[in-house]
């Protein structure tokens, strides 16, 4: 299942949770400090501390930066999204 690191002030994060909700894809939203200091969590999964950061285990991929975020998603995921 897809996991996005994220607040939920961040705007960027707003905008690809939206994206996932418009895809219509199951996702667990993982809760990390507004603090990148303290996004320990989110570097062991990312090697990164900013957010938003998408890991998809299916296809062994991390994401990062929402527009790329985004991109990815819909490359990926939008064929599947139109046949449901």
Known sequence: ?????????????????????????????????????????????????EVPALVDPENAMVVTEADDIVAYLEETFNEKSAAR
């Open 1 to 49: 299942m897809l996991e996005l690191f994220q607040y939920e002030n961040c705007p960027d994060c707003r905008r690809v949770r939206e994206k996932l909700s418009a895809l219509m894809l199951d996702f667990v939203a993982r809760q990390v400090s507004h603090d990148p200091a303290q996004r320990t969590r989110v570097e062991l999964a990312t090697g990164q501390r």
